[in-house]
């Protein structure tokens, strides 16, 4: 495991899996180091945007640490929330219910006694139906653990069975985008901007140069028209910023 906290930057490594650590941190437990402990000896990385010792003194730390947390949480691989009782967590539940409308992975779990749990079985209910709740860090270290360990091991396939099939089917057109065709690659990518997952589209407006120019293909973020994240394809079929082996992409 690989443990990264609030305010050191990190530069992922292109078969790193990381996990934001989302949750309480004013008036509540170190719950963050708890999860640390129990995710000990996994292969992922947590960002924890909990500091050991935060400069309440310092007037540029609160928009320095709010950057940070923007910033990877949108590279995380994967987001936990936790939800401990002794406050509501305002800004967690507002993250939360960002998230839950994306196809980032998440992980949720509510202390029992929290006031709004209610609440957050509901919407995450909703929402992202198959997401399980769980009650506990012990079980929500469990969760993660063995569905990042099942996605690490769907990701880590050779190069030949990540290039797309292209098969010429014309696009339904919605607007300036396209409906994703028929072009698939497993896994698909993760947007460089938002994290959400991406689909290959065909837009309207840009053609291939030459003397018999077609439309050209791109990995679009599904959180279009929210996000305009795109990725290019490279010469083997496979996005910009996909390296050999499994989810290797720049972000």
């Not at 990385?45 to 949108?74: C, M, S, T």
């Not at 800004?91 to 209610?118: C, N, Q």
Request: glycine letters at 8%; a positive charge; proline letters at 11%.
């Amino acid at each position: 495991m690989k443990y990264i906290e609030s305010p050191k930057v990190y530069i992922p490594d292109p078969d790193d899996t990381s996990v934001f650590l989302a949750g309480g941190i004013t008036n509540c437990p170190d719950w963050q180091c708890d999860i640390a402990d129990l995710l000990e000896g996994t292969h992922l990385v947590l960002l924890n945007p909990r500091r050991e010792h935060f400069p309440i003194g310092d007037p540029q730390a609160a928009p320095e640490q709010i950057a940070w947390e923007h910033r990877y949480l949108r590279k995380a691989s994967a987001v936990l929330f936790w939800f401990p009782h002794e406050t509501l967590c305002p800004i967690v539940l507002y993250e939360l219910g960002a998230w839950s409308m994306t196809d980032k992975p998440i992980f949720v779990g509510v202390h029992p006694e929290y006031k709004r749990r209610l609440d957050v079985e509901l919407q995450t209910r909703f929402v992202r139906p198959k997401v399980k709740v769980v009650y506990s860090l012990q079980d929500l270290a469990s969760q993660v653990a063995d569905t990042m360990a099942q996605l690490l091991g769907m990701l880590r396939v050779p190069d030949r069975q990540l290039v797309a099939s292209i098969e010429p089917q014309q696009p339904r057109l919605i607007g300036h985008m396209s409906r994703p065709t028929n072009i698939r690659l497993k896994p698909e990518p993760y947007c460089p901007d938002c994290g959400g997952r991406m689909y290959l589209r065909k837009p309207t407006y840009r053609r291939r140069p030459g003397p018999n120019p077609e439309w050209e293909p791109f990995w679009g973020c599904g959180n279009y028209p929210n996000c305009r994240g795109t990725r290019g394809i490279q010469h083997n079929g496979l996005p910009e910023g996909a390296s050999m082996w499994g989810r290797g992409y720049d972000r």
